[in-house]
């Protein structure tokens, strides 16, 4: 059975690095971890996706463990704009198709 | 380029009406996935379509369903509405091939179902 776990909720200061785990079980085993960040009232913005091991960007980073259980989102210095919730999307893998499955999402408030 | 668009932006409905919900992907993008989002359940996914055939499936009931043309549009159709329907509904696209799920979302369309 698919399932996808994040915390509810963070807070941070601003300028602090956040890491924002996301705990998965048997995900489909080509499929990328992909993590989207969402602002009210708009559709959700593509952030990093990663297979294995280390990805970085100019916004984020994504480590992602040998056994791929699990994939943490990294924002380095985050900024008061970077308040928004984070949602981590897992393809799983049943019935001759995939699953897209979001995460419950992780809402992150930085305070000033 | 221009982003995904979704129309209506908003819509009220009927109990037992029916709706069609209508997505125009990137230019280029032959993969389109729908979402409903709602407070309680979140982002779940309904369908995706890839080159005008559905290539996976969400656990939504056969009320749900939805087609995609030659030139990638897609339309997502909602027979017999209940009050659980009332949701955010989000279209995304992507180039299509492959394990990769960078998706463009739209802005979504509000439904309301009265």
């Known amino acids: 059975l698919a399932k996808t776990t994040q915390p509810i909720s963070m807070d941070s200061y601003e300028g602090q690095e956040v890491n924002i785990t996301c705990s998965h079980n048997n995900i489909a085993t080509n499929d990328y971890i992909t993590w989207y960040q969402q602002f009210p009232s708009q559709g959700p913005r593509f952030i990093i996706q990663?297979?294995?091991t280390k990805v970085t960007n100019e916004v984020a980073s994504l480590f992602i463990p040998a056994d791929r259980k699990s994939s943490t989102l990294s924002l380095p210095r985050v900024s008061l704009s970077d308040t928004a919730v984070y949602y981590c999307l897992l393809a799983y893998s049943g019935a001759g198709s995939y699953q897209l499955t979001f995460g419950k999402g992780t809402k992150l408030s930085v305070i000033p | 380029k221009a982003g995904v668009t979704q129309t209506p932006r908003y819509l009220i409905k009927t109990r037992g009406q029916q709706v069609t919900l209508s997505c125009s992907p990137i230019s280029g993008h032959r993969s389109v996935s729908w979402y409903q989002q709602t407070p309680g359940q979140g982002l779940q996914f309904l369908f995706e379509?890839?080159?005008?055939?559905?290539?996976n499936k969400g656990n939504f009931p056969g009320r749900f369903s939805g087609r995609q043309f030659s030139n990638s549009r897609s339309e997502m159709n909602v027979s017999t509405l209940e009050l659980g329907d009332s949701a955010l509904y989000l279209c995304a696209s992507s180039p299509g091939g492959g394990s990769s799920y960078e998706q463009y979302f739209g802005p979504g369309t509000r439904l309301t179902v009265t």
């Open positions: 990663g297979y294995k």
């Open positions: 379509y890839f080159s005008e055939t559905q290539r």
